[in-house]
């Protein structure tokens, strides 16, 4: 079973994927942490992320990994695991260059469609969360949810997990970023045809699990 969840930053995607793939015996596909491990690449050779050439031709040399480890994902890159340092701030306020770019979204995707694959024929499925699971990646995936919550509920539950980040600032930051995912000309976030549409700002993220749960076992 191929299930996509996309949605804005603090949507609650991420939880409700690991969730409802641990719940369905699948694993769960975090295609956001392929665009950071690149952006962090780029970021430590000091590449300039304008540069699109230099993106693509980077894309093409690195080793992006993943797996669960004790139930936490692991991103290694190169080798080494880089799952802490991909959620870096200057990550995430660096990631669109590489998410704007043609070149390096078809390398990023392919890459994606392969490890589905995999993992199709390891657990029979996976839950791929991301901006384009939906509308680019898998579009004939089983289910499709979208995910959203009002900008202030995502800011807070990022604040929620980094204690020390001014909640301001976040909520800045998390506009910016809805911004530049939903209207830039490549794969933008958009609804997909068909998406199971769900507000989480009034909900829990037992209740988003059980409602996506719920729609799955409904489409068997
Ligand atoms: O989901 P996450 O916040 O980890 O994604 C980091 C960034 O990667 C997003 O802001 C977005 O620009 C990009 N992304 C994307 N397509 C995806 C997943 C993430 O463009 N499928």
Redesign the pocket.
Same mark, same amino acid.
């Given at each position: 079973m191929i299930i996509t969840i996309?949605g804005p *930053?603090g949507s609650g995607? #991420?939880t409700a994927a690991k969730k409802l793939a641990e719940a369905l015996d699948i694993t769960h596909l975090?295609?956001?942490?392929?665009?950071?491990a690149l952006?962090l690449a780029a970021l430590r050779a000091g590449i300039d992320l304008e540069d699109e050439s230099a993106l693509i031709d980077m894309v093409g040399r690195i080793d992006i990994k993943m797996g669960y480890t004790d139930g936490n994902l692991r991103v290694t890159l190169d080798g080494e695991d880089v799952s802490r340092e991909?959620?870096a701030a200057d @990550? #995430?306020d660096n #990631?669109?260059y @590489?998410?704007?770019s043609v070149g390096v979204?078809d390398v990023?995707v392919a890459m994606?469609r392969r490890m589905g694959a995999e993992l199709v024929g390891e657990s029979g499925g996976f839950v791929a969360?991301?901006?384009?699971?939906g509308s680019v @990646?898998f579009p004939d995936a089983d289910v499709k949810f979208y995910l959203d919550a009002s900008c202030e509920v995502r800011a807070r539950r990022r604040c929620d997990e980094m204690p020390d980040a001014d909640y301001e600032q976040v909520l800045r930051a998390i506009r910016t $970023?809805d911004e $530049?995912?939903s209207t830039?000309p490549v *794969?933008p976030?958009i609804k997909p045809d068909g998406a199971v549409v769900i507000d989480t700002t009034d909900m829990n993220i037992e209740e988003v699990t059980a409602e996506l749960l719920s729609h799955v076992r409904s489409a068997k």
């Open positions: 996309d *930053a995607k #991420s975090d295609t956001g942490a392929t665009y950071r952006t991909i959620r @990550v #995430s #990631s669109h @590489v998410a704007c979204r990023l994606q969360e991301g901006r384009d699971q @990646v $970023r $530049r995912d830039r *794969a976030l």
